[in-house]
């Protein structure tokens, strides 16, 4: 089955929404893409493909900090287990390593 296009439009506002979201829901717990996602209307798909502006790249990186740091503030103060909490730090560190992968480019020159 063909999965169906989002119809979702980009608006301006989104990164502050999306960065408001994480500090603000710092204080409840662990903010989290797929939260802020349902929350606003939209899917995961739809923040990766928004990425692709500088404006939201830059909040959602920021977001990334944000958790990043709630999470080691919580393994620390032992609110949150700390074995799971490396898990969950290791597989960010891995899907950012692959998303540096991805923004490799190569030149490629063939002398003769």
């Known amino acids: 089955m063909k999965e169906k296009k989002s119809r979702v439009k980009y608006t301006s506002d989104l990164p502050r929404r999306l960065y408001r979201y994480f500090t603000e ?65 290791t597989l960010s560190d891995e899907q950012d390593a692959r998303e540096d992968i991805n923004d490799l480019t190569f030149r490629l020159e063939v002398k003769e």
């Open 25 to 89: 829901y710092a204080e409840a717990g662990v903010p989290s893409f797929v939260k802020f996602a349902r929350g606003a209307g939209l899917t995961l798909a739809d923040l990766e493909r928004f990425r692709g502006r500088r404006e939201f790249d830059r909040a959602y990186r920021e977001c990334e900090a944000i958790r990043r740091d709630i999470l080691i503030d919580g393994a620390l103060t032992k609110r949150f287990d700390g074995s799971f909490t490396k898990f969950l730090l």
